[in-house]
């Protein structure tokens, strides 16, 4: 088998769960309980989007490379099928080396008994735990995070190193975790169960009436770095990283639950999605009447995409 037709072989609805998506019943097919409009055929291996897709529109339909590219933000094809490789292990020719399972086709159920069978989010599988820490502490420092804030990220269990060697962001209800490799091949993932109406979210203090909201936890932790850097503490606000910028529902899930916010701050990528999802969550704010303030705020370099790279500029 070729390796384009093993990365093919793979069930889109495995991928999905991988990817921190919660797969649902809908007669023979599946969806998603985060986007309704998705369908997952298990029989053909391929989804769509009703809310998208028109014949012969590219995107919003596919294989489960489409899928990578759709719900897991890569550029395309090539790099979407490196990340599936990633993830099982595919080298080559070679069957994958982490185990997945096909799921059967869905009996179709009354309508009472689809409610009752929503799935929801009930914890994450997290990866196992190394010995030690070593690796991602040379890795973030290396990013350019302060050794402050690795300490900090450590001492509340927000960070652990896996037996990849990998970095395992976990949210401090463990309701939302995520991975980022160390090494020089670029992989990221979201564990299994994560809740995506609150991704990774932190308060530096209980009653934080500040929330920055960046797009990964890097991001985050450059953030942090930088208040550092200006001699301001971190510690005074709260922090969401949104795992992207197609999770913006995230933050009105947190004024919701912490009433106490007058203050929103984004500090999105200084790019084409990262803006536009500036926009919408304007939009959103005005239309809820928000009665506090919202910043945009761009790392100060122009060149710079994000905070990050930003940061990695001052060392």
């Known amino acids: 088998m070729s390796f384009l037709d093993t990365v093919k072989a793979i069930p889109v609805t495995d991928l999905a769960e991988r990817l921190g998506y919660s797969l649902v019943k809908k007669g023979r097919y599946y969806s998603l309980r985060e986007h ?81 069978k929503i799935l929801t989010c009930k914890g994450v599988e997290l990866p196992e735990k190394a010995k030690n820490t070593n690796q991602i502490f040379r890795y973030l420092l290396w990013r350019g995070i302060s050794s402050k804030v690795i300490k900090y990220f450590l001492a509340r269990k927000l960070l652990y190193e896996d037996v990849h060697s990998s970095c395992v962001f976990v949210s401090p209800h463990e309701d939302f975790a995520c991975v980022r490799g160390t090494g020089k091949n670029r992989f990221l993932m979201d564990c299994k169960g994560s809740n995506y109406d609150r991704c990774f979210f932190f308060k530096g203090k209980a009653n934080a009436r500040t929330i920055i909201v960046a797009e990964s936890v890097i991001d985050i932790m450059s953030i942090m770095t930088y208040f550092e850097i200006k001699g301001e503490w971190h510690g005074n606000y709260g922090y ?76």
């Open 36 to 116: 309704d409009s998705v369908m997952i055929d298990v029989q053909k291996n391929c989804f769509w989007r009703n809310s998208r897709f028109i014949k012969g529109f590219k995107g919003g339909a596919g294989s489960i490379i489409d899928f990578m590219m759709e719900f897991g933000e890569e550029p395309d094809y090539k790099a979407a099928m490196r990340r599936i490789a990633l993830i099982y292990g595919i080298d080559g020719e070679k069957s994958p080396t982490i185990h997945y399972q096909q799921k059967a086709v869905p009996e179709i159920t009354s309508k009472a008994e689809k409610k009752s």
């Open 240 to 315: 969401l990283a949104l795992a992207g910028t197609g999770k913006i529902n995230a933050i009105f899930t947190h004024l919701k639950q912490e009433p106490q916010i007058n203050r929103i701050v984004l500090c999105l990528d200084q790019d084409e999605a990262g803006c536009a999802a500036d926009e919408r969550v304007l939009e959103r704010l005005k239309k809820i009447e928000f009665p506090g303030r919202c910043d945009i705020k761009k790392p100060p370099v122009k060149s710079c995409k994000d905070w990050n790279d930003y940061i990695m500029t001052l060392q």
